[in-house]
C-alpha cells in the first residue's frame, strides 16, 4: 500500500517574533487539514519532526500538534529526530506507517524556531549534529565543518569558488520568486563571488553567502492511502524512497564522496523505476553552496570532481536540464532545521499539481526528486514524487 501528499500548510521563513514553537506547529496542521480538506478526527496517526538540541526551552513536543483541534487527542504522536534530515526522516516514518497498513491518514509536521538563541549558542547547539569527540572544537561551529569540506574539495579538484558562487546566485535569484523564502533578493554573481564587508569570509574558503540562512517556520503534509488519495480533490505520490544512514565521525569516511548520498539516490530511483534523466527538479540540501556541488557529484549529474560543470554548463538553473532549487534552496529559504525535509516535500507538491507560485512554476513538471541530508552527508533521504491525481 503506498502513499501520496494530499494536502500541505507552509509559514514564511525567516525571523518570526510574533510566533512561538507552539503557535507555529498549529497554525500549519490547521491549514494542512484544510487544504487537505479532512477533519482532525480522520486522522490516524501524528509525526512531528523538530531538532530543537536547545533551541527550544520547550522539548517533548509531540503533543503540541494536539493544541491545533481538541479531536486529535488521544491519537498517537511521536517526535522524531535526525540532524538536518528531521523533516525527513518525519516524512518517511509517516510513508512507512500507511505502508504498513497501520495509519490510512497521517499528519506530518516540521518546525523550528532557531533566531530567539544568541548567536553563540547556535552555533554550538549545530554543531551537535557533528561527531562531538573529534568535531566539538571546530572553529566556526556547523559552518567550520563545512569550510573544511571545501577547503579539502579545492585542494582535491581545484579552487572553486567561482563555481560556488554561482550555485549561490542560482539560488538567491530562484527565491525571489518563492514568497515563503526568507531572502528574496537578486545577490548576483559579483556579490556572491567577491569578498566584501557584507559577504566575508565565514570559514575556510566559505563566505556569508555560501551558507544557509537561519530561521524560523513550519511546513506540514497529510499523506494517505493510495485508495484514499485517489478520491481527493489532488494527490502526489511517493515513487521510490531510500534512507541511508553513514558513520557519524567524518574520520571514518572520505568526506568529499557523500557516499550515503550516493546509495540514497541510487536506490530511491530504482525503486521508483526511473533515471536521473526522468526527472523534472530536484530540491537539494545546500545548507552549503558545497553541499549542493557535492551533492550533483553524489545524485550522478557529474562524475567525481567534476560538480562546477552542472552549473557552469547551465544544467541546474531553472530553464536547465535538471533544475535545483527552483525554490531558492536553503540558501535563500532559510533552514529552520525540523522543518525543512517537510518543506521541499510541500514545494515538490505544489511543482507537480501546478500550483507552485508565479515565477517558480515549472512547465509540465511531472518527476520531483528530494535530497535532504542530516549532518555532513549522514542522515540522507531521498524521495522521487509523481502526482497520481
Given amino acids: 500500500m503506498s502513499a501520496a501528499i494530499v494536502g500541505w500548510a507552509h ?7 510574533a510566533e512561538t514553537i507552539e503557535s507555529l506547529i498549529v497554525r500549519v496542521t490547521t491549514d494542512a487539514l484544510v487544504d487537505a480538506g479532512i477533519t482532525a478526527d480522520q486522522v490516524d496517526e501524528i509525526v512531528l519532526g523538530h531538532f530543537n538540541a536547545g533551541f527550544s526551552a520547550q522539548d517533548f513536543t509531540a503533543s503540541l500538534v494536539l493544541q491545533a483541534d481538541p479531536a486529535l487527542r488521544f491519537k498517537p504522536a511521536t517526535r522524531v529526530e535526525n540532524a538536518c534530515a528531521t523533516g525527513s526522516a518525519a516524512v518517511q516514518q509517516g510513508v512507512r506507517a500507511i505502508k504498513a497498513g497501520a495509519a490510512k491518514i497521517v499528519l506530518v509536521v ?12 547556535i552555533g554550538k547547539n549545530l554543531l551537535k549534529a557533528s561527531y562531538l569527540p573529534e568535531e566539538g572544537a571546530t572553529q566556526g561551529g556547523f559552518a567550520g565543518v563545512f569550510g573544511g569540506i571545501a577547503a579539502a574539495y579545492f585542494q582535491r579538484h581545484g579552487d572553486q569558488s567561482d563555481a560556488l558562487a554561482m550555485i549561490a546566485a542560482k539560488n538567491h535569484k530562484n527565491g525571489v520568486d518563492n514568497p515563503y ?8 554573481f559579483a556579490f556572491c563571488r567577491e569578498e566584501s564587508e557584507k559577504n566575508p569570509y ?5 563566505k556569508r553567502t555560501d551558507c544557509s540562512l537561519v530561521s524560523d517556520g513550519a511546513a506540514a503534509i497529510v499523506l494517505a492511502d493510495e485508495e484514499t488519495a485517489l478520491t481527493m480533490r489532488r494527490a502526489v505520490g511517493f515513487r521510490g524512497t531510500a534512507h541511508v544512514q553513514d558513520f557519524l565521525p567524518v574520520s571514518k569516511r572520505d568526506i568529499l564522496r557523500f557516499e550515503g548520498a550516493t546509495r540514497a539516490w541510487q536506490q530511491a530511483l530504482s525503486a521508483a523505476g526511473v533515471t536521473l534523466d526522468d526527472l523534472s527538479f530536484v530540491e537539494t540540501h545546500d545548507c552549503f553552496t558545497i553541499a549542493e556541488l557535492l551533492e550533483y557529484e553524489a545524485m550522478g549529474l557529474t562524475k567525481e570532481g567534476d560538480g562546477a560543470r552542472a552549473i557552469k554548463e547551465g544544467w541546474t ?10 525554490s531558492g534552496g536553503l540558501k535563500a529559504k532559510g533552514h529552520p532545521i525540523g522543518a525543512t525535509g517537510v518543506s521541499m516535500h510541500v514545494l515538490s507538491a505544489m511543482q507537480l499539481v501546478g500550483e507552485a507560485p508565479e515565477g517558480m512554476q515549472l ?20 524521495s522521487v514524487l509523481e502526482r497520481i491525481k
Avoid at 181 to 188: I, S
Avoid at 317 to 326: A, I, S
Fill in 363 to 382: 512547465k509540465d513538471a511531472r518527476l520531483g526528486g528530494i535530497f535532504n541530508m542530516g549532518g555532513s552527508a549522514v542522515a540522507n533521504y531521498v
Fill in 181 to 188: 523564502a526568507q531572502m528574496r533578493k537578486d545577490l548576483g
Fill in 110 to 121: 516540521g518546525v523550528e524556531q532557531m533566531t530567539t538563541t544568541p548567536g553563540p549558542e
Fill in 11 to 17: 509559514t514564511p521563513f525567516g525571523k518570526q517574533d
Fill in 317 to 326: 538553473q531553472k530553464d536547465g536540464k535538471l533544475p535545483v532549487n527552483v
Fill in 202 to 206: 565565514v570559514a575556510g574558503p566559505l
